[in-house]
């Protein structure tokens, strides 16, 4: 049986230790259930279950990071996907927090309002639909929505939005509520060239595009989209340095 402690014992040696100091060597008599690691610093201060990682510091900062995070799809019909992608809004964090969503092969036309394919109040939607008037009467079309948190509405100008047979693009400025000092702006293009489309054709009228959007001074280009089998070097055109012309990857 251990002998037990007076109870004024008891209430001095709590009194004691709650002004202990960290670098105040404990007294190896003191009961055990009493007595714990001096480390030198207070470990009951120590944060629990708090997450790190680069992921988890990116999903809270989600509208205030470097650059926008974007969501690039070849949906081959947005009209019966639209369920799906809501329940993911609603569902996912990651698409849900997601900047742009920028959707190739949309089959849209003039007929289809915008408010019929907005996937939730807090997106707004950006089209090029397919024009019959070039033979285009299936498939085509691009479509990019805007998350209102990252960017407004009013902040969003539209810079080119053209169709030919070779190439469908779509290019949009924002003024986001939130940039790095190296950059005033963000120019988003995004394209789709048709698989029967004359390649040198298309890559030459993008190069063209790409030029000509790039000429504002302080801006972050991005250039993505479905490229089918055509790359920057098939027609000698060489990509701009702030601009990435990568292929769509299946």
Not at 17 to 28: A, E, F
Not at 43 to 50: I, L, N
Not at 64 to 77: E, F, K, T, Y
Not at 146 to 171: D, F, G, I, K, M
Request: proline share 8%; hydrophobic share 35%.
């Amino acid at each position: 049986m251990k002998p037990k402690e007076s109870r004024d014992a008891l209430i001095s040696l709590n009194l004691h230790i709650t002004h202990l100091k960290p670098s105040l060597t404990l007294d190896p008599r003191w009961p055990t259930k009493i007595l714990r690691e001096n480390k030198g610093h207070d470990v009951r201060k120590r944060p629990r279950g708090k997450r790190a990682g680069i992921r988890n510091r990116l999903r809270a900062r989600a509208h205030r990071a470097p650059l926008p995070s974007i969501l690039l799809a070849n949906v081959q019909s947005l009209d019966n996907k639209l369920d799906e992608l809501r329940a993911r809004i609603k569902f996912q964090r990651d698409i849900q927090d997601c900047n742009l969503l920028c959707f190739t092969e949309s089959w849209l036309n003039p007929a289809v309002p915008s408010h019929a394919i907005q996937l939730a109040k807090f997106f707004s939607v950006h089209r090029m639909d397919r024009m019959a008037d070039l033979g285009k009467s299936r498939g085509s079309g691009v479509c990019v929505m805007v998350n209102n948190s990252w960017c407004n509405n009013a902040n969003v100008v539209t810079l080119a939005r053209s169709c030919s047979p070779n190439l469908e693009q779509l290019a949009l400025k924002f003024h986001p509520f939130y940039l790095p000092q190296e950059f005033t702006s963000v120019i988003v293009n995004t394209v789709y060239i048709p698989p029967q489309a004359n390649t040198d054709t298309a890559l030459c009228e993008l190069h063209e595009a790409l030029t000509v959007s790039g000429t504002t001074p302080g801006h972050c280009t991005y250039c993505g989209g479905g490229f089918q089998q055509c790359y920057p070097q098939a027609c000698g055109a060489q990509p701009l340095p702030a601009c990435n012309l990568p292929h769509q990857v299946k």
